[in-house]
């Protein structure tokens, strides 16, 4: 077997590893154990799964849920000649039967699928033949119905390992806390000690949080100016609400302060091209929804403002760890109002519509399947919520109904089908309601954690289940 470090330089052109990750390479190629992995973003987490891969004699399977994410890592091992490809919706059939076929052959090393992709038949049949050595499942807290961006499918993944032989198997996060973290190993099809978990806290020394009490958009924006006066480099103000992200970027436009704005409500080729211009520009400034930031691979990101409150602690480290990955100082300024907490409230109770929402949408669209194709989203949402623009739980049932895999297609392509039954789970009042509460917990937690006499840095560590740190120095608590 090649020499790790032999591998780190040549393959990967890197002189030394970040913290933990000979520790979990090490775990992997010499032990032969199965590792779960939480470290920030910024950490270095697909070098504990991509440098295994080129020392492994079989192929490694990555099952990511974010196709930007997987394109950017594939362009990128590809740039240093690591055979590497990936199989998703926007790959032509027959180009994923020869991908398929390649890695099957072991011209590929690594694969990156989504968890749906074990939908597929042929798909399954096809990876069944291969020879793999390791399996990698990234953004891992996916698995956990308790974490906070549940896909049912990474609910699978025991079932998936099965399928391929229950190989070596890394499970990878950002974020998740103890309860997440028994969740993950679990659906993993493992049992505790049959896994090696490396958590490591929110290491980012050069990183300095701050939190500020205001109270309406005025104060919003003078924190604002305030930040862009004293940073010179990129930055990114995230907000949860397009109306206000859009009413900020016009403020900044009548000032001539040059800006980006990335939100769903662009087309994705604006969203491609304002994401593009912010990685390549030195000094550049983006306006964002948290859609934006999975996959963005820029290391001088100088500040990341968020000028209305996130959903949870999770969404918050997460975004925060975009920031300053070059080691040099950067700021992560959380700016808090009592109406952001609204706001969140309403998010969160559209995000878990109750099991007699599910009942009413799965036997409108069972009864009236042409009719909803023909008219569209609007006759549908006129039948649930009369037309209330305001109420987003039909975004989600649906989004659910295809991530359970009981409908195929789409409204906006008039070729939505039902494929299945209605999960039990979605028709359990004790589990929506127990979700909801949970989700309150989450938010309930970045209230506090604004509100804390606590060094910031010890809280998040605390959060996650990492006790025993020390004061940060770093954050205005401590000063």
């Known amino acids: 077997m090649k020499n790790i470090i032999q591998v780190l330089n040549k393959e990967f052109g890197l002189s030394k590893f970040l913290p933990l990750q000979e520790d979990i390479i090490n775990s992997l190629v010499v032990e032969n154990k199965n590792c779960l992995v939480t470290m920030p973003t910024g950490g270095g987490k697909s070098l504990c799964y991509q440098l295994p891969a080129m020392l492994f004699e079989g192929g490694t399977l990555v099952i990511s849920p974010l196709i930007a994410l997987m394109q950017d890592q594939v362009n990128k091992l590809k740039e240093k000649g690591i055979p590497a490809e990936f199989i998703n919706s926007t790959v032509s059939k027959k180009n994923k039967q020869k991908r398929l076929e390649l890695f099957i052959k072991g011209k590929i090393k690594l694969l990156y699928v989504t968890p749906e992709r074990f939908r597929k038949k042929e798909f399954v049949e096809g990876i069944k033949k291969s020879n793999i050595s390791l399996l990698a499942v990234d953004e891992a807290h996916c698995i956990s119905q308790w974490g906070h961006d549940f896909r049912p499918d990474y609910s699978r993944i025991a079932e998936f390992r099965e399928l391929i032989g229950n190989p070596l198997t890394i499970a990878l996060t950002a974020t998740a806390t103890p309860s997440v973290r028994e969740d993950i190993i679990k659906n993993l099809g493992l049992e505790p000690d049959e896994i090696l978990q490396f958590n490591s806290g929110i290491e980012r020394p050069n990183l300095r949080l701050e939190a500020v009490d205001v109270y309406d958009e005025k104060d919003k924006m003078k924190e604002i100016l305030s930040v862009l006066q004293k940073f010179r480099g990129s930055g990114i103000i995230y907000f949860s609400l397009i109306k206000t992200l859009d009413q900020f970027s016009a403020y900044l436009s009548k000032n001539n302060i040059p800006h980006l704005v990335y939100h769903g409500k662009l087309s994705a080729a604006e969203r491609k091209t304002a994401q593009n211009i912010f990685i390549s520009s030195e000094e550049s400034l983006v306006l964002a929804t948290n859609a934006f930031g999975m996959g963005i691979d820029k290391a001088d990101i100088r500040f990341v403002i968020h000028a209305e409150l996130p959903s949870s602690i999770e969404s918050y480290y997460q975004e925060i760890g975009r920031a300053g990955r070059d080691g040099d100082p950067s700021l992560c300024k959380l700016l808090f109002s009592d109406s952001d907490v609204d706001i969140q409230t309403d998010f969160i109770k559209w995000s878990n519509p109750d099991s007699k929402f ?44 295809d991530r359970y895999g009981a409908s195929e297609g789409s409204l906006s392509k008039g070729n939505l089908r039902l494929t299945g039954d209605m999960p039990e789970l979605l028709f359990d009042d004790d589990f929506t309601q127990t979700k909801l509460k949970s989700d309150l917990m989450r938010l309930l937690e970045i209230v506090r954690y604004f509100k804390t006499g606590k060094c910031r840095k010890q809280y998040i560590s605390e959060y996650f289940g990492i006790s025993g740190e020390e004061n940060c120095n770093s954050c205005d608590v401590c000063d």
């Open 358 to 401: 599910y009942r009413r949408l799965y036997a409108i669209l069972e009864a009236n399947a042409d009719k909803i194709n023909t008219l569209g989203m609007e006759f549908l949402r006129e039948e649930l919520v009369f037309k209330n623009r305001n109420d987003f739980r039909l975004e989600t049932a649906m989004a659910m109904l």
